[in-house]
């Protein structure tokens, strides 16, 4: 068994429309690092898109795992409960920056997760109105394609999508967009399409995935909070990507001096288990009627138990601190190699939530060095990220994790991609 192989049955069996971005077939992993069916190895700077903040197969996740699995796989929540979704939920509404009492509930995907954050706002606002944001990504189902503001490829085909949804301008400083200008924008769709009495709630990412890591300005974020409560609207944090010590906290919303109505949460949540949650004001959260939330899947008892485990290694790694540190080290790199690459337009960061991006000799955003950066680093045993609406932005997602050594020497992998 060999990629070329592989790829071909791939091409044969699965439609196109599941875009697979690696030609080499994943054979094991451990922490950082990728092992492919033909023994080839690669320094993983993708987490599965932001999923293994924890790194592949942490002990104590595999652990937590192995345990739950002698006990049951599987009773749906909703039809016989057990105490670790309970404790879960309990340990969830402790850390996360919600104002007053809190409540979570647990779903299956990140998508999942903003569909239902949406339900409960309707609910509790009696409105039907939603304001996100252009750049933002919210997930692929029907009403998270509405919110995400990325037409290619995510809407492609798919309309006609759900009403009621606007977007507004994100702040954006290289490409001259100021919290004023996105603030603005806001006020033009208040005049141009909706009431803001009939807006449920403002559903925004405090660093765009998607969309470039973009990392929303703290006077846009306080802003926003006094626009929620000047006319009774929610604000929705979608910590899908941002959340569980990627950004230097355990949730970016943490770095502002805000806190939103609801957050959503998934990815690094249960460390490549697929769980995913909303957490919130309790009088928000207790709005939908019994049976308005759940799924047959929601809150499984196996990603329960990863997800424990991950709470506990983030706090007894100090991994949020040492997301800092590990993103401080590799802001220093980028910038020492814009010193010679006129070709990085820009490097944001938040904790070792990083990225850089790239445009041409004519000033404008260049997919095609980004993609020339990318091979140059697989090449070298290096997997790279692109995102932003243009595709000219490389985002950095390694385990939090990963072992000094090894980061050390991924640095420099990038550093020889980024000269050439």
């Known amino acids: 068994m060999n990629n070329a192989e592989l790829n071909q049955r791939r091409q044969d069996a699965t439609p196109r429309g599941v875009g ?126 509405a919110l995400t503001g990325k037409v290619a490829p995510y809407k492609l085909g798919f309309g006609p999508f759900p009403g009621s949804v606007f977007h507004g301008q994100y702040p954006n400083a290289l490409y001259g967009v ?72 355990l949730f970016a919303m943490e770095h502002y001096g805000v806190k939103p109505d609801l957050i959503t949460m998934a990815k690094s949540l249960a460390g490549g288990m697929p769980l995913s949650a909303v957490a919130g004001r309790a009088e928000v959260m207790d709005a939908p009627a019994p049976g308005g939330l759940g799924g047959t899947y929601a809150g499984n008892p196996l990603a329960v138990a990863a997800a424990h485990a991950v709470l506990d290694v983030i706090e007894e790694e100090q991994l949020c601190q040492r997301a800092q540190r590990l993103g401080q080290h590799l802001v220093e790199v980028l910038q020492q190699a814009r010193k010679t690459s006129p070709a990085i337009a820009d490097i944001r960061a938040q904790g070792s939530m990083v990225a850089v991006e790239f445009n041409d000799p004519a000033g404008k955003p260049s997919a095609e060095i980004t993609r020339q950066v990318q091979q140059k680093a697989l090449e070298e045993g290096l997997l790279l990220l692109s995102c932003g609406v243009n595709g000219n932005v490389i985002r950095f997602l390694y385990p939090l994790t990963i072992p000094e050594d090894q980061f050390t020497k991924a640095l420099g992998i990038l550093s020889r991609a980024l000269a050439q």
Not at 55 to 81: N, S
Not at 179 to 204: C, G, H, W, Y
Not at 212 to 241: K, S, T, W, Y
Request: include cysteine; hydrophobic fraction near 40%; glycine fraction near 10%.
């Open 178 to 249: 100021s919290t004023e200008d996105a603030m603005n924008s806001l006020e033009r769709i208040f005049k141009a399409d909706i009431d803001p009495k009939q807006v449920a709630a403002i559903v925004l990412e405090p660093v765009q995935g998607e969309g470039g890591f973009n990392v929303a300005p703290a006077d846009f974020m306080q802003a926003l909070r006094a626009l929620c409560d000047r006319h009774g609207m929610l604000l929705i944090a979608d910590e899908v990507q941002t959340g569980f010590a990627r950004t230097g906290k």
């Open 20 to 145: 697979v971005m690696c030609g080499f077939y994943a054979e094991r992993a451990e922490n950082a690092t990728l092992w492919d069916v033909e023994g080839n190895e690669v320094i993983d700077f993708a987490s599965g898109i932001a999923v293994l903040n924890t790194g592949h197969r942490h002990p104590k996740v595999i652990a937590a795992i192995e345990k739950q699995l002698q006990a049951f796989t599987h009773t749906a929540y909703q039809i016989v409960p057990y105490e670790s979704y309970v404790s879960l939920a309990e340990r969830i509404n402790q850390r996360a920056p919600i104002a007053g009492p809190c409540k979570t509930a647990f779903f299956t995907t990140g998508a999942e997760a903003v569909e239902n954050a949406v339900k409960i706002a309707r609910a509790h606002t009696g409105r039907p109105g939603l304001i996100t944001f252009g750049g933002g990504f919210h997930g692929r189902t029907y009403m998270t394609m």
